[in-house]
């Protein structure tokens, strides 16, 4: 099974309008269908009335709110949803607790390179976790 881009849908979470661009614009570029939002509050709007493969968030989003508390809502819909946390400011602890939940961590500036190979490789490990639960 291929997981280059294709049929997968992408929701990115950033607050910074630039950066949001970039990764959209470099995701439809791969192929992905892709829906960028600005905050917590949007991005939980879009899981409650569509299906996404995969979630990539910024960790520092509006009102104290952080890119766990959209995570939390995602892996309430679908458990076991791979996510990335995308980040230039994390420490110790907020790395650790996205090891504890399984998410990956991507540091800013984000290598492209990187970018683009992780998230095949979190869908892959996905669909090979819900296999194996069969």
Same mark, same amino acid.
């Given at each position: ?5 294709? *049929? ?67 892996? *309430? ?39 683009? $190979?992780?998230?095949? $490789?979190?869908? *892959?490990? $996905?669909?090979?976790?819900?296999? $194996? *639960?069969?």
């Amino acid at each position: 099974m291929s997981f280059n881009a294709g *049929k997968y849908r992408v929701l990115v979470v950033d607050d910074e309008p630039s950066v949001l661009f970039t990764y959209r614009l470099i995701l439809e570029q791969e192929g992905y269908m892709t829906v960028a939002v600005a905050s917590a509050r949007e991005a939980i709007e879009w899981l409650n009335k569509e299906e996404f493969h995969i979630v990539l968030c910024d960790y520092s989003l509006e009102e104290k709110r952080t890119g766990f508390d959209v995570i939390e809502v995602a892996r *309430k819909k679908r458990p076991g949803m791979p996510c990335l946390l995308l980040t230039g400011y994390a420490n110790q602890d907020t790395v650790a607790e996205a090891e504890k939940a399984d998410v990956g961590v991507l540091f800013k500036p984000i290598d492209i390179e990187e970018f683009l $190979s992780t998230i095949p $490789s979190k869908l *892959k490990e $996905s669909y090979e976790a819900a296999v $194996s *639960k069969k």
